[in-house]
Structure formats: structure tokens, C-alpha cells
């Protein structure tokens, strides 16, 4: 643990865009897939964001497709969730993980960051 660390979280208006950042001094980055989760007040975590450890391959939940954009920067072991057009249900602490699989599990994950809160008012 402690390996990832989550920046960027903030109180917003809909329609507002944000981004979040990821760092992970602690792994050796390209080794692992990495993705966004989220987790509301009284809900489960679920997942938001993927990509592979090269880029290429992303993934979303429908809830954000089209609105959010997964990046990373393999050099500076840094991972990004671009947010567009958000909405109070996107109100949630973010958190990144990183794995050894591209997957859209959180039980695919074993390395978590303690995670950043987004708030979105109406």
C-alpha cells in the first residue's frame, strides 16, 4: 500500500470539466494495467476508467463513456482521468489501482490509492 497517490479532486458545477492525476512512485509503472474507480456515500466501488500498460486499450463504464478520458504518461509513471460535462451523480472519492491484467474488476487490482473526492452540486 501507498504505492499510488490520487491528485486533482475538487467541488465543481455540473457541466464543469476536471482532471484528476495518479502517481506511482512506488511501482514500476509499465508493468501494470491501471484504471479509475469510484466510490459514492453508502455504495459499492465501481469501476469508472481502464487502460493498458502500453495505452492502446481503454475502457469505460457507460455512465461515463463519452465523457471521461483515461491516460498515461509511461515515463513519468503518472496516470490521468480527464472529466467533461459532469454530473452531481458523478459525486463520489476517486480512486486509482493499478494491476497486472487489463480488466474492468476491481478484484483484478491490487494496488489502491487512498483516493480524491470530486463533488458536483447542481
Known amino acids: 500500500q501507498g504505492k499510488l497517490v490520487e491528485s486533482g479532486g475538487a467541488m465543481v458545477r455540473s457541466g464543469d470539466s476536471l482532471k484528476l492525476s495518479c502517481e506511482g512512485p512506488?511501482?514500476?509503472?509499465?508493468?501494470?494495467?491501471m484504471a479509475w474507480f469510484r466510490q459514492a456515500p453508502g455504495k459499492e466501488r465501481e469501476f469508472v476508467a481502464a487502460?493498458?500498460?502500453?495505452?492502446?486499450?481503454?475502457g469505460y463504464a457507460d455512465s461515463v463513456s463519452g465523457r471521461f478520458a483515461i491516460s498515461r504518461d509511461n515515463a513519468n509513471s503518472k496516470l490521468y482521468l480527464q472529466m467533461n460535462d459532469l454530473k452531481p451523480e458523478d459525486t463520489a472519492v476517486y480512486l486509482c489501482a493499478a494491476g497486472l491484467s487489463y480488466s474492468h474488476s476491481r478484484v483484478t487490482y491490487g494496488y489502491w490509492g487512498q483516493g480524491t473526492q470530486v463533488t458536483v452540486s447542481s
Open positions: 487502460v493498458s500498460r502500453s495505452g492502446e486499450r481503454t
Open positions: 512506488g511501482l514500476t509503472f509499465t508493468r501494470y494495467a
